[in-house]
C-alpha cells in the first residue's frame, strides 16, 4: 500500500492562512507586539516574524507553536460563546484583570507561565463553559 502525501504547496498555503488568522485575532485583541510575540512563544524581539504571519507566511513547523496557535483560537471561540452580545468584552477579556489569576491579566498569565498560563487561561475559560 503506498501512502497519499499532501502537495508541500497546499501544507504550506494552510500554514500562511493559519498564520493570518491568528495575528488578526491578535489585532483584535489589540496587544502590543511584545504580548503577541509571548502568545506565540517567540523572543519579543523578532518583530520580523510577526510581520511576516501577518503578510501570510506560514508559521512555524514546530509542535509548540502549532499547539499555542491552536489554544489562542479556543481561547477565541470560549469567549465568543461566553460572550455572544458582547463582542468588546470578547475582545478585551484577555488584556482584563482577573481576580481567578490572583488580578493578573490572562496576558500575563501567560507571560509569567509560558505555555503552562496559555493551558491554564484556556482552561478556565473550557470550564466556564461547561466544557
Do not use: C
Not at 503506498?2 to 491578535?26: F, H, N
Not at 463582542?87 to 491579566?105: P, Q
Request: charge should be positive.
Amino acid at each position: 500500500m503506498t501512502a497519499v502525501l499532501e502537495p508541500q504547496p497546499a501544507v504550506s498555503q494552510d500554514r500562511g492562512a493559519l498564520a493570518k488568522m491568528v495575528m488578526s485575532l491578535l489585532d483584535h485583541w489589540a496587544l502590543p507586539t511584545e504580548d503577541q510575540a509571548a502568545l506565540l512563544g517567540i523572543a519579543a524581539s523578532n518583530r520580523a516574524a510577526l510581520t511576516r504571519y501577518r503578510k501570510g507566511e506560514p508559521i512555524g513547523t514546530s509542535r509548540d507553536q502549532f499547539e499555542r496557535v491552536g489554544h489562542l483560537l479556543g481561547i477565541h471561540k470560549n469567549l465568543r460563546l461566553l460572550f455572544p452580545q458582547n463582542r468588546d468584552l470578547a475582545y478585551r477579556w484577555m488584556s482584563t484583570r482577573n481576580k481567578a489569576f490572583d488580578n493578573l491579566t490572562p496576558v500575563e498569565v501567560v507571560k509569567a507561565w509560558g505555555f503552562a498560563g496559555l493551558l491554564m487561561v484556556r482552561a478556565y475559560l473550557d470550564r466556564a463553559r461547561g466544557v
